[in-house]
């Protein structure tokens, strides 16, 4: 099975402030017909997950276009070019290549400074 | 609106049985894959169970492979989740989630059904 692993599992961040999340797979996501099958969820406190980011690089509906993904292969990068305070959550990557099983990384908790 | 609505949690007793529901709308569940994602307290995600839109296809994970069924009936719009011999560790929300029609990835999710397994 494909293992995710995401860094860092905190992440305190002054608003306005960038933020960067770093996953990384055991196993390549890049599938043949080019797009990495690779995503991003945000889980808000108290709430379920909501889909951020899917195929590596691509904002779900309503996202903020503050919101970008990126990175190819086992090196995955989520970055928040300006953090504001409703993006406070836990955020997860999980892979849908050789799925299922699917795998998530263990989170990374974004709180506000 | 797409709408994933379960139920069917409670508190059991180890070595119990319990039947989860999960309620769909607003989009045609019969052309859509689900998925079972549970989170214990405290924890992260953990998927558990995948069914394709016509039952063809089921897979576990090995967390718990023999103690659950996962079933749907789309006449109902429902997807279900028996779960048996319960431990512990079980102990979890779990939610349901379905498949996008554009990749392998959970566009939706619902809000969560709490099961607690305690003596």
């Known amino acids: 099975d494909i293992v995710m692993t995401q860094s860092p599992l905190s992440l305190p961040v002054t608003p306005g402030e960038p933020a960067s999340i770093s996953c990384r797979s055991s196993q390549s996501l890049l599938h043949s017909n080019g797009y990495n099958f690779l995503d991003w969820y945000l889980q808000k406190p108290g709430q379920s997950p909501q889909l951020l980011i899917y195929l590596g690089s691509n904002r779900a509906s309503g996202v903020p276009d503050r919101f970008s993904g990126g990175g190819s292969g086992t090196d995955f990068t989520l970055k928040i070019s300006r953090v504001e305070a409703e993006d406070v959550g836990v955020y997860y990557c999980m892979q849908g290549l050789e799925a299922p099983p699917y795998s998530f990384g263990q989170g990374t908790r974004l709180e506000i400074k | 609106e797409v709408q994933l609505v379960e139920s069917g949690g409670g508190l059991v007793q180890p070595g119990g049985s319990l039947r989860l529901s999960c309620a769909a709308s607003?989009?045609?569940?019969?052309?859509?894959?689900m998925n079972w994602v549970r989170q214990a307290p405290g924890k992260g995600l953990e998927w558990i169970s995948y069914i394709s839109k016509t039952s063809s296809n089921i897979y576990d994970a090995d967390s718990v492979k023999g103690r659950i069924t996962v079933s749907r009936d789309n006449a109902k719009n429902s997807l279900y989740l028996q779960m048996n011999s319960l431990r512990a560790e079980d102990t979890a929300v779990y939610y349901c989630?379905?498949?996008?029609?554009?990749?392998?990835?959970?566009?939706?999710w619902g809000q969560g059904t709490l099961v607690t397994v305690s003596s």
């Open positions: 989630a379905k498949i996008s029609s554009w990749g392998n990835y959970f566009d939706h």
């Open positions: 607003g989009f045609t569940f019969s052309s859509y894959s």
